[in-house]
């Protein structure tokens, strides 16, 4: 069974910087994608970043692209989102995710969930 520990969420000012992790039990993951994804109140859960874990191919939505910085650890079994730059709009819970095939930014398509953290950008 896979399980997912997103941490590193919390309250930042704008301009700052977090890294979130994700810490990743139950398979082995060298045949999976990684993603990030967030959600804000009211909104629908948006691609952040995803990772194929293994050739660490990564793709980022434009709303975070040059900011934000995706990687795993393959010993761990870790993945991290390096969040550098923060703006408000960037306020979310975020969430680590899994699946195995092609990296999709849909949410729909990634099987397995961990319970989110909260990020919190102030002005």
């Known amino acids: 069974q896979v399980q997912l520990v997103d941490t590193g969420g919390g309250l930042v000012q704008a301009g700052g910087s977090l890294r979130l992790s994700c810490a990743a039990s139950?398979?082995?993951?060298?045949?999976?994608?990684m993603g990030w994804f967030r959600q804000a109140p009211g909104k629908e859960r948006e691609f952040v970043a995803g990772?194929?874990?293994?050739?660490?191919?990564?793709q980022y939505a434009d709303s975070v692209e040059g900011r934000f910085t995706i990687s795993r650890d393959n010993g761990g079994n870790t993945v991290y989102l390096q969040m550098n730059s923060l703006k408000p709009e960037d306020t979310a819970v975020y969430y680590c995710?899994?699946?195995?095939?092609?990296?999709?930014?849909?949410?729909?398509?990634?099987?397995?969930w961990g319970q989110g953290t909260q990020v919190t950008v102030s002005s």
């Open positions: 995710a899994a699946k195995q095939g092609t990296l999709t930014t849909s949410y729909s398509s990634y099987n397995y």
């Open positions: 139950g398979r082995t993951f060298s045949r999976y994608v």
């Open positions: 990772i194929i874990w293994r050739y660490a191919s990564t």
